[in-house]
C-alpha cells in the first residue's frame, strides 16, 4: 500500500513509485524540487519578494505533488506557478490587471485539465517574455533564460510522452533543475518599471 494514499493526481511522472523510499513516491522527483527553494531565498528581502515568495511556493508543491503524489500538492504546485507568473508580470508591467483574482477560481473548476493551467501559466510567461523583449538591453539574459527553458522543457516532454525510453535517466527531476536556472536568471536579471514597495526601498532591485 502506498504510504500517501492511491494516486489522485491528474498528471503522471515517468518515475517509479516509492521504489527508493517507502516514505517518498517520487524520490529524485521531490530531491531536485529543492532546487525552486533554494534559487528564490536570495530575493527574499529585495523589491522581488512576492516573486521570490511564489518561487518558494512552487518548490513546497512540487515535493509535495511529487512526495505523495495527491491532489492537493498538484494544487500548491500549480497554483504557485500561476501566481509566480502573475508577480512576474506585475513586477514588469505595473498596470497589469490581478487577473489572478480570475484565473486562481478557473483553475480550481477545471485543474484535472493540464490544458487550461498551461495555458493561464503559459499566456503571462509570453507577455513577461514580450514585454522585456522590447528593451535590447534585455536580449542576453533573455537568450540564457529561454535556453534553460528550452532544454528542460526537452526533458519534461521525452518525460511524458517517451517513458519507456527514457525512465532511468529521471528526466522530469533535470526539467526541475534547469527550469529553476531559467527562473533564476530571470529574477536576477529583470529590472522593475518603477515599481517601489516602501519598507524595501533601499534594497537592490
Given at each position: 500500500m502506498?504510504?500517501?494514499?492511491?494516486?489522485?493526481?491528474?498528471i503522471n511522472f515517468c518515475e517509479e513509485k516509492y521504489e527508493k523510499s517507502p516514505w517518498i513516491a517520487e524520490y529524485y522527483n521531490t530531491l531536485s524540487s529543492f532546487?525552486?527553494?533554494?534559487?528564490?531565498?536570495?530575493?527574499?528581502?529585495?523589491?522581488?519578494?512576492?516573486?521570490?515568495?511564489?518561487?518558494?511556493?512552487?518548490?513546497?508543491?512540487?515535493?509535495?505533488?511529487?512526495?505523495?503524489?495527491?491532489?492537493?500538492?498538484?494544487w500548491v504546485d500549480e497554483i504557485s506557478m500561476i501566481?509566480?507568473?502573475?508577480?512576474?508580470?506585475?513586477?514588469?508591467?505595473?498596470?497589469?490587471?490581478?487577473l489572478w483574482i480570475l484565473f486562481v477560481p478557473i483553475y480550481f473548476c477545471h485543474w484535472r485539465h493540464f490544458f487550461i493551467m498551461s495555458t493561464i501559466f503559459f499566456s503571462m510567461q509570453v507577455r513577461c517574455f514580450n514585454l522585456l523583449l522590447k528593451?535590447?538591453?534585455?536580449?542576453?539574459?533573455?537568450y540564457f533564460y529561454s535556453?534553460?527553458?528550452?532544454?528542460?522543457?526537452?526533458c519534461w516532454f521525452l518525460d511524458q510522452f517517451f517513458c519507456s525510453s527514457t525512465?532511468?535517466?529521471?528526466?522530469?527531476?533535470?526539467?526541475?533543475?534547469?527550469?529553476?536556472?531559467?527562473?533564476?536568471?530571470?529574477?536576477?536579471?529583470?529590472?522593475?518599471?518603477?515599481?517601489?514597495?516602501?519598507?524595501?526601498s533601499n534594497k537592490n532591485n
Open positions: 502506498n504510504y500517501w494514499g492511491e494516486k489522485d493526481t491528474s532546487s525552486y527553494i533554494l534559487i528564490s531565498i536570495p530575493f527574499l528581502k529585495t523589491q522581488k519578494y512576492m516573486i521570490a515568495w511564489s518561487g518558494i511556493g512552487i518548490g513546497i508543491g512540487s515535493i509535495m505533488l511529487h512526495g505523495t503524489m495527491r491532489y492537493y500538492g498538484q501566481m509566480f507568473s502573475y508577480h512576474l508580470l506585475k513586477y514588469i508591467d505595473l498596470k497589469f490587471p490581478p528593451n535590447p538591453k534585455n536580449h542576453i539574459f533573455l535556453l534553460f527553458f528550452l532544454i528542460g522543457f526537452v525512465q532511468e535517466y529521471y528526466l522530469h527531476a533535470f526539467w526541475h533543475i534547469f527550469t529553476s536556472i531559467s527562473m533564476f536568471i530571470n529574477m536576477k536579471c529583470i529590472k522593475s518599471n518603477n515599481y517601489q514597495v516602501p519598507y524595501l
